[in-house]
């Protein structure tokens, strides 16, 4: 199995926390994965994820359907708004346990521009990256 289908497989333990059939035609999975990968190069807001996205769609499409193409900035905030954080870092540990040894770590931080609107608390995230595989290791919340 290779590493992305191992995430992917891991990301489907975990609840959409949105209301099915309310207009919701974008995958949980998908989100979580442009989200994840859209990390790597940067993007410091969820408009720069979907820029991202949109700029490697072709890319992305290799193992993502992206039926109804790449999420808004509303469909990512709604899902970053109610995510359940543990159930996502238990998927996200699962994952690297399969795929990362031990090694090297660095640690990174960042508050997600624009995500504490209306009154909200801002996201704040925090990531560990095994430095020898340029993978990151475990990401969350790291305030709430």
Same mark, same amino acid.
Do not use: G, Q
């Given at each position: 199995m290779t590493k992305g289908a191992s995430l992917m497989r891991r990301l489907m333990d975990v609840d959409d926390p949105r209301k099915l059939g309310t207009g919701t035609s974008r995958d949980l999975v998908q989100i979580l994965v442009i989200a994840m990968a859209a990390v %790597?190069? $940067? #993007? $410091?807001?969820? $408009? $720069?994820?979907i820029d991202w996205a949109r700029k490697t769609e072709k890319w992305l499409r290799q193992f993502l359907a992206l039926k109804n193409g790449v999420a808004s900035e509303e469909a990512f905030l709604r899902v970053f708004r109610t995510l359940d954080a543990k159930q996502f870092e238990v998927a996200f %540990? #699962?994952?690297a346990a399969e795929v990362v040894g031990a090694g090297g770590v660095g640690i990174d931080g960042k508050t997600v521009r624009r995500s504490g609107s209306d009154g909200e608390t801002a996201i704040h995230m925090a990531s560990a990256c095994a430095t020898k595989l340029s993978v990151v290791r475990g990401q969350g919340n790291a305030c709430q």
């Open positions: %790597r190069p $940067d #993007c $410091d807001s969820v $408009d $720069d994820m %540990r #699962c994952w």
